[in-house]
């Protein structure tokens, strides 16, 4: 009997479905895109019950493909877009509001005014986040606050809250479970990073019910098991993290030191930093990477809001490229990038500056910018930004970061590779399965249940694709980095206040 695990990659734009065999190999994929929904400038909601029905869908496409039994997985792994707030009535299974997206901005007024009473050093401490509408926390309250009738009905334990996470489970167990993994937990603001609990010191600041919140549980362990969903026999399901935790476990970096940056809608690094939180000096992020038996590991995080979006508004905003790919030939038109440089702040700035204000601004232009110029200014923002949160990261750790191990979307175009590699000067490394969000995943799962003995077993699977390595003088990049600098002071300078 063959055992594959199927992993669940509930993403921001999709929701996808992979299933791997014992070998961590790939058997099929399957995806389907759902409605986002932009009800006023700066929300960002999501149906919560069209990201199940999608995410149902792609999981019975994916098994078909593969033309497997249902009775041969192992176990499904669970890893998702993180923060997104769903809040669901216990008795019926139905969302009380749409889910409110982690780009969703409508809290920020209230953030601001929360760092001013000078809450944010102790939500800092405890949760290791910086104080920002970026975190499920303050989601929470406004639909606690907005919904009518939500508040009442949460205090009488009717409601439950959930990231994606959370809410998958307990739509797959037909409501028996309702939990959450510490990674997952660690991005709402409401959870203590060092105790590993929801916090009450943080409920009491939020008006938080601790009636509506998931149990918390480690990465990798069987949660539950499907009920009356994808087949008659119950599978286990056994692995849980946050999107970019999954991938930095996928990517196999599993020693303090080790760094994944995954390129995608937004992009998203981390840097193993073992079984000790580390606050960052640096406005980083510190986080829970995981959890396995009793062993936990931290990681620092530096988030960039605006990373592949940038070129899907070149295609769908300006209309520049009729598809993502057609970027990397459209910016090689241009020998260089003629002093144009684009600051993508489009939803404020996010590592390491944390400005909710800040818009976006292209400085440099000229009678002679051409389309070309513009996209790979576009491309070259992706890579500037990178290198802001690695120089936050290198100075946290007090090292330089050997090699850079990426993946994501946009890790495909090599120009935006090569230009990374010269910019922070560092190796960057794509492995052979990009896909490692859902591959990290699976591997959580898989351990839970046995089909993997170790993460040493695990280790010996990761291969390399490509490696980048620098190229570019010195003298050429600190001028980049200079001017980057002063693109950066200005899109600051032009705020929404
Ligand atoms: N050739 C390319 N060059 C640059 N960016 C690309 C390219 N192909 C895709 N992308 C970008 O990658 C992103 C999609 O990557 P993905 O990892 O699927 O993101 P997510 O998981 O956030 O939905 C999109 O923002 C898209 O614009
Ligand atoms: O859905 P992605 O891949 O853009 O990831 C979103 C992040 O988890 C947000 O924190």
Known sequence: MSRYILSFDQGTTSSRA???????????????EFTQYFPQPGWVEHDALEI????????TEAVLKAGINLQDIAGIGITNQRETTVLWDRHT?????HAIVWQDRRTADYCDSLRQSGAAEMIREKTGLVTDAYFSATKLKWLLDHVPGARAKAQQGDLCFGTIDSWLVWKLTNGQRHVTDVSNA??????????LQWDEELLRLFDIPASVLPEVCSSSEIYGHTQQ???AAAIPICGIAGDQQAALFGQMCLQPGMVKNTYGTGCFMLMNTGSQPVLSQHNLLTTVAWKIGDEVQYALEGSVFIGGAVVQWLRDGLHLIPNSAAVEALSRQAADNAGVYMVPAFTGLGAPYWNQQARGIIVGLTRGTTDAHLAKAALESIAFQTMDVLTAMEADAGMPVQEMRVDGGATVN????????DLIQTRVVRPAI???TALGAAYLAGLAVGVWKDTQTLAQYWQQDAAFTPTMPLATCNEHRRQWQKAVMAALAWTTA
């Open 18 to 32: 992979i299933l791997f065999n014992e070998q961590g190999h790939i058997m099929s994929v399957a995806q389907k």
């Open 52 to 59: 199940w029905t999608t995410q149902l869908t792609v999981a």
């Open 93 to 97: 299974g139905q969302p009380l509001h």
């Open 186 to 195: 660690s991005r709402t603001m409401l959870f203590n990073i060092h105790t």
């Open 229 to 231: 969903v994808l087949a």
């Open 414 to 421: 090599e120009y935006l590779m090569q230009f990374q590699a």
């Open 434 to 436: 990009t896909e490692t």
